[in-house]
């Protein structure tokens, strides 16, 4: 036996507001089924069935709904924004889009400029955002060699940056968050026109004697304060860099130590030494680690280390 309840009939809520209804609709969404049937003088004409959901985009996408409209929207944003960004000319196609830098060097002046690294299928160029501005680009043709090749930052980091050799004779380098996938997608660009011949060797990376952790008590305007992080020691400097820095905080020259002495003091290494070295351009610079006898060695290999004070 079945029972059929009176018929539906819309109610009114005086204290739901159209912002109450667009919440529920970005949030949760609604599915409209509609059947109409339009008579006159009771004779059925028209006909309509409507089934309809309604949503915000990101509620759609969830339930895997229009998931090719909005493919295919963000890839047309997306031409569109390259287009304005390096003025794309007829016919030519983006292959491939990452983060990276082109290093300028002009006289003594050398020094990465960040930006993006766009690779078309005629060109290859680095931009910046902001302001808008091309740092450098070069035609697919005039690109006769590409190689990877490590270089050590001043941090003590290795990074792999990609070197490029033109017809013309210079040689450039680039920098790219995925340097591997930059190189294969430009040697298929170049369509095997690519002989591998560089005019300039390998650049020779400037070799380290020791490098670790390190402790740097570094000046600020109320007090030092001792920050630890990862130094490296060449023949000619010594750079610190603390792991939350963009750059070293310590780019030390081993020709500006002009003398340096062991000093009893409270240490974050726990040892309760601290190397004070004596600096023309930066007056004292402190310093402590677990292996301490180590960077003393290494940093006054040829100047004595007065004995311990304090």
């Not at 006769?144 to 490029?164: F, I, S």
């Amino acid at each position: 036996m079945t029972t059929e309840g009176p018929p539906m009939r819309p109610t009114r809520d005086p204290r739901v507001t159209l912002d109450d209804l667009v919440e529920v609709l970005l949030n949760k969404g609604a599915v409209l089924h509609l059947d109409l049937i339009v008579a006159v003088a009771d004779i059925p004409l028209i006909g309509v069935s409507l089934r309809a959901a309604i949503a915000g985009m990101e509620t759609m996408l969830e339930y895997g709904m229009m998931r090719d409209w909005d493919d295919a929207t963000r890839a047309w944003a997306e031409r569109s924004a390259v287009r304005r960004a390096i003025d794309l000319r007829e016919g030519e196609g983006v292959v491939s889009r990452m983060s990276g830098g082109h290093l300028l060097a002009e006289g003594v002046y050398t020094g990465w400029r960040p930006g993006t690294v766009y690779l078309t299928d005629q060109r290859l160029v680095v931009l910046r955002d902001e302001p808008r501005e091309i740092l450098w680009q070069t035609e697919l043709g005039a690109v006769q060699a590409v190689r990877l090749e490590p270089e050590r930052t001043v941090g003590g980091e290795e990074r792999l940056r990609l070197r490029v050799a033109l017809t013309d004779g210079r040689e450039e380098r680039l920098s790219a968050r995925e340097p591997g996938k930059l190189l294969d997608r430009l040697t298929a660009a170049c369509a095997g026109r690519l002989d591998g011949a560089f005019l300039f060797p390998p650049t020779e990376e400037e070799e380290t004697l020791t490098e670790g952790h390190l402790w740097y008590h570094e000046p600020r305007r109320d007090a030092p304060l001792w920050r630890g992080g990862q130094a490296r020691l060449t023949a000619d400097r010594l750079t610190w860099k603390s792991p939350v820095d963009a750059r070293p905080a310590l780019i030390l020259a081993r020709t500006d130590i002009l003398g340096a002495r062991l000093l009893r003091d409270r240490s974050p290494s726990g040892d309760g030494r601290v190397l004070v070295l004596e600096t023309g351009s930066r007056g004292e610079v402190r310093l402590a680690a677990d292996d301490l006898e180590t960077w003393i060695t290494w940093l006054t290999a040829d100047r004595p280390v007065a004995a311990v004070t304090g």
